[in-house]
């Protein structure tokens, strides 16, 4: 049976500050950091067998904390980068809100959102999907691969991988910072999702 992760980076000061990143190459913070270690550790634990990484520093230097624990080398591939958001990256959700009223409102009810140059839901799962399948390919059929992305990317990307329409995606709370989402696939059921938002805070690491 295939085990794969879906984990998204650790914390930065955008996330902090409920700024829009999107591909804006922003870097983890300080509990970012310790947030990553902290997880490292659990998933070194369960033996993974390949690392994969959107190319974000932010997931990046996430997912060199995992290869420090498994002496594992990471794979690099912008196709898992987050969701573009267009002229909102960069920018605090509340200038947003501002800003671009009628947008804003859109976008909260998961509508598209073209007219500020933001990536559609549906390519972003598109081509996290499409890496992912890539991934497990490539690998036995009793791999655990770890895909480190981010919250949009592997929320939708796994939703894709899953089979599920966008509305049922949408209606699933996203990952928390340096937490992860597990699917499985089995020959007779396919892919199945096995845990969801599942992490560990960094002082109970120790």
């Not at 993974?48 to 420090?68: E, F, G, N, V, W």
């Not at 928390?176 to 560990?200: I, K, Y």
Request: with cysteine.
């Amino acid at each position: 049976m295939t085990r794969l992760i879906f984990w998204r980076h650790g914390q930065t000061d955008f996330n902090a500050a409920a700024r829009v990143q999107g591909q804006y190459d922003a870097a983890l913070s300080h509990l970012g950091r310790a947030q990553a270690a902290a997880a490292a550790k659990r998933l070194a634990a369960i033996g993974p067998d390949a690392i994969y990484s959107s190319d974000l520093q932010r997931a990046a230097d996430t997912a060199a904390a995992l290869a420090r624990e498994t002496g594992l080398p990471v794979t690099f591939d912008e196709r898992l980068r987050e969701r573009h958001f267009g002229e909102w990256q960069g920018k605090l959700l509340s200038d947003i809100r501002q800003r671009w009223p009628s947008a804003f409102a859109r976008w909260q009810a998961g509508e598209p959102v073209t007219d500020v140059g933001i990536e559609e839901l549906s390519d972003v799962a598109k081509r996290v999907a499409a890496a992912v399948h890539e991934f497990v390919a490539a690998a036995p059929p009793t791999a655990t691969i770890v895909v480190t992305t981010h919250g949009g990317a592997a929320k939708h990307g796994a939703g894709a991988v899953l089979g599920w329409p966008p509305e049922v995606t949408r209606v699933v709370v996203g990952l928390d910072n340096c937490h992860w989402t597990e699917l499985v696939f089995g020959q007779v059921r396919g892919w199945q999702l096995r845990a969801h938002n599942v992490g560990v805070e960094p002082d109970r690491a120790r």
